[in-house]
């Protein structure tokens, strides 16, 4: 458990229903995907820091080769809706007023955003722009925007996190008013990041997993009992996943109210 190294941080309220599901359950759905090499979690930071609040001993993880082409990181873009009909002057304004230089303009590529101060696009239906601003890093870059997240809240502006293809498709369609196109982090800022015990701001990647495993329902007691050994759990563990049915779902569905971009392998009873 403590060996583990986070790259996000995680947000109170998520943490704390998260653990009082896991306490009701008593039993954790899903493993944590971590890099078997850096020991850095790439998808269930929510997850470690709430059983560490159960006062867990262990986690179930699925370890993964992170270097491995197969597993692509992509991004959480910020799709912007408003509330109560704010025009598209007053959301650029607002995004000035937090102390961004904001100017029309697109980029050539996803790949020039976090470069050259360009910490972010803007993408609204009749034109685009470059949001600017000085940083060091990409953490700091994600810092800014997520002031630019927190300030758009603050305007009574709705903000969700979506893929870079649903976004785009958000707005084509007319169910959101602007996108907010973030950087994309390689592995290895990742790893640096995590292993130097800082974290990236909450959505900053979003990590396609191929054969993602999900449902694999460990109890709680295998977790958190002191007489039992790693042997001792790894064993039972391995156990009740062979007494469960092995259920492929192709990549595009929807488990849980999340779309899967990749196929995942559902573990039933």
Same mark, same amino acid.
């Given at each position: 458990?403590?060996?583990?190294? %986070?790259?996000?941080?995680?947000?109170?309220?998520?943490?704390?229903?998260?653990?009082?599901?896991?306490?009701?359950?008593?039993?954790?759905?899903?493993?944590?995907?971590?890099?078997?090499?850096?020991?850095?979690?790439?998808?269930?930071?929510?997850?470690?820091?709430?059983?560490?609040?159960?006062?867990? @001993?262990?986690? *179930?993880?699925?370890?993964?080769?992170?270097?491995? *082409?197969?597993?692509?990181?992509? =991004?959480?873009? @910020?799709?912007?809706?408003?509330?109560?009909?704010?025009? =598209?002057?007053?959301?650029?304004?607002?995004?000035?007023?937090?102390?961004?230089?904001?100017?029309?303009? &697109?980029?050539?590529?996803?790949?020039?955003?976090?470069?050259?101060?360009?910490?972010?696009?803007?993408?609204? /239906?009749?034109?685009?722009?470059? $949001?600017?601003?000085?940083?060091?890093?990409?953490?700091?870059?994600?810092?800014?925007?997520?002031?630019?997240?927190? +300030?758009?809240? #603050?305007? !009574?502006? #709705?903000?969700?996190?979506?893929?870079? =293809? &649903?976004?785009?498709?958000?707005?084509?369609? +007319?169910? $959101?008013?602007?996108?907010? #196109?973030?950087?994309?982090?390689?592995?290895?800022?990742?790893?640096?990041?995590? %292993?130097?015990?800082?974290?990236?701001?909450?959505?900053?990647?979003?990590?396609?997993?191929?054969?993602?495993?999900?449902? $694999?329902?460990? *109890?709680? @007691?295998?977790?958190?009992? *002191?007489?039992?050994?790693?042997?001792?759990? !790894?064993?039972?563990?391995?156990?009740?996943?062979?007494?469960?049915?092995?259920?492929?779902?192709?990549?595009?569905?929807?488990?849980?109210? @999340? /779309?899967?971009?990749?196929?995942?392998?559902?573990?039933?009873?």
């Amino acid at each position: 458990m403590n060996s583990l190294f %986070l790259h996000e941080e995680t947000i109170p309220e998520v943490l704390e229903k998260l653990a009082a599901e896991i306490r009701m359950d008593e039993a954790l759905k899903h493993p944590v995907i971590v890099d078997e090499k850096s020991l850095v979690v790439l998808d269930g930071m929510h997850r470690v820091a709430a059983l560490k609040m159960l006062n867990c @001993r262990r986690v *179930p993880v699925c370890l993964v080769d992170y270097k491995n *082409p197969s597993i692509i990181v992509g =991004a959480w873009y @910020r799709t912007i809706a408003s509330i109560n009909k704010h025009s =598209a002057n007053e959301i650029l304004e607002e995004i000035r007023n937090l102390g961004f230089n904001v100017k029309k303009g &697109d980029v050539k590529s996803v790949e020039e955003i976090g470069k050259n101060s360009i910490i972010a696009a803007l993408k609204m /239906r009749e034109n685009s722009y470059l $949001v600017c601003h000085v940083f060091e890093n990409l953490k700091e870059a994600y810092d800014h925007i997520k002031m630019i997240e927190d +300030g758009l809240k #603050q305007f !009574n502006l #709705q903000v969700n996190y979506e893929t870079e =293809a &649903d976004s785009f498709r958000k707005l084509r369609e +007319g169910k $959101v008013d602007a996108i907010l #196109q973030t950087p994309r982090l390689s592995k290895e800022e990742i790893v640096k990041i995590a %292993l130097s015990g800082k974290v990236f701001v909450h959505k900053a990647t979003r990590h396609v997993i191929p054969a993602r495993p999900l449902n $694999v329902n460990v *109890p709680l @007691r295998l977790l958190t009992l *002191p007489s039992l050994s790693l042997e001792e759990v !790894n064993e039972e563990f391995r156990r009740m996943l062979m007494e469960k049915k092995l259920k492929m779902m192709p990549a595009g569905s929807y488990i849980e109210n @999340r /779309r899967y971009e990749e196929d995942v392998y559902l573990f039933e009873d």
